[in-house]
């Protein structure tokens, strides 16, 4: 995803991260992806500072964030009414035990994935992570844009998140293209293998049409592949 290459850094008491200026904007990732409905993030640290830019970086019309800063408050956060999706979580939070945390998450919120950022990195609480089944484990300092492709990935395998038809178009596109030019052959060579007109193949391989399934099938066949791996090569790694 296109971010910007200079970036300042944020200095918090207990952390710092590199954020971009196109990463708090919160649109470019966005372009290529929508949402089925509403999406409910909670974001729990106590330094303000990292939760007002995390909240910035997540900012979109699609996404309901909560955020906690106060350690007290965490539990009953937690214990809501409504279910969140992802809850990005700091590890150390003053005056509470990671497992009791996670035990509260559990007990309230056990639809709701978990992204742990630390700024005391371990190996005995990336295992903590580990056993209670965290998303990911992201260590301090790090990028925004990588959180965002973490959350992002996150809500795409629970189904919040997909690709738009036209980036799904564009993705497939290109993949055709790739494939076609790694195996040494031109259109007019998939124009006869396929039977599909030169004109038709140049407007799939650039995204601006949409072939059929028939149409793929045959584009598969001619790049002897089959159609579950075209459309695994274009999902977002």
Known sequence: MPFDIDEPVIQSPKSSFTHS??????????????????????????????CSVIQAALSNRDFIIDVVSDPQ???????????????????????????????????????ANIVVVTGYPSVDSALNCLRARTYDYLTKPFQVDQLREIVFRCLEGKGLLRMTEDALREALGTAIRERRKSLGLTLSNMS???????GYLSQIELGKNSASIETLYRICLALGMKMSELFQSVQRN
């Open 21 to 50: 200026s196109a990463a708090l904007k919160g649109q470019p990732a966005m372009r290529e992806l929508q949402s089925s409905g509403d999406i409910r993030i909670l974001i729990l640290d106590d330094d303000p500072a990292t």
């Open 73 to 111: 408050l965490v539990e009953s956060a937690l214990a809501q009414p409504h279910q969140y999706h992802l809850i990005v979580l700091d590890y150390v939070l003053p005056g509470l035990e990671p497992d009791q945390v996670f035990s509260w998450i559990r007990d309230t919120q056990p639809e």
């Open 192 to 198: 006869d293998r396929t039977s599909v007109s030169l």
